[in-house]
Structure formats: C-alpha cells, structure tokens
C-alpha cells in the first residue's frame, strides 16, 4: 500500500511564502514521476508540476512558472513545492501524487490546504 503524506499548507498573505513536501512510503515503492495538483472550490483539479526522475525534468503549469520550484530527491520519495510570491487565485488543496511507471498519477495524498490572503 503506497502512501504519500503532505505537510506545509497553511494561510499567507498575498505575495508571501509556503513550502510544501510530500513523503510517500510502501512496500517496494517507486516512481516515474512525482508531482503535485491542486484542486480550488467549485474547480476541476488542475496539474501545478512534476518532476520526472530520469533525467530530473521539471514541468510547470503556466499559472506557477516563474513563482513555483519543485524539488525533491527519489532516493527518499520525497518531493517539495517551493511556492513564492503567492496570489489569492493560488488558494487551493494541494495534492502530492505519484506516477509510478510512466502512465499515470495512481497514487495520491490526502491534500494540504493552502489559503492566500489578500
């Protein structure tokens, strides 16, 4: 049973800082690809970014480039989301979430709450 727990949510104000990370664990876990989405009320769960381990390629949704840094280290299944200069449009639920071969996000957190200010 793979589990992926989430820390670092919280409230800020507008322009401020948060740092998120996600550990995941299980038996015999690995990973393609650990990422993180975000999920706002009343909208449709949207891709902020992901790291692919094989050859550390990042990718970043538009809305983030620029603010965002995803980090993290596949040897400890650990992935961070560095979030700077914050935007009320930025108040969401984020999800830490795995691929682990290439395919698709199967596994998933449970969410931290990040509310930004104004």
């Known amino acids: 049973q793979v589990r992926l727990v989430e820390s670092g949510g919280g409230l800020v104000q507008a322009g401020g800082s948060l740092r998120l990370s996600c550990a995941a664990s299980?038996?015999?876990?690995?990973?393609?690809?650990m990422g993180w989405f975000r999920q706002a009320p009343r909208k449709e769960r949207e891709f902020v970014s992901a790291?692919?381990?094989?050859?550390?390629?990042?990718n970043y949704a538009d809305s983030v480039k620029g603010r965002f840094t995803i980090s993290g280290n596949n040897a400890k299944n650990t992935v961070y989301l560095q979030m700077n200069s914050l935007k009320p449009e930025d108040t969401a639920v984020y999800y830490c979430?795995?691929?682990?071969?290439?395919?698709?996000?199967?596994?998933w957190g449970q969410g931290t709450q990040v509310t930004v200010s104004s």
């Open positions: 979430a795995v691929d682990p071969s290439g395919g698709s996000y199967d596994y």
């Open positions: 790291v692919t381990w094989s050859g550390g390629e990042t």
């Open positions: 299980g038996p015999s876990f690995s990973s393609y690809a």
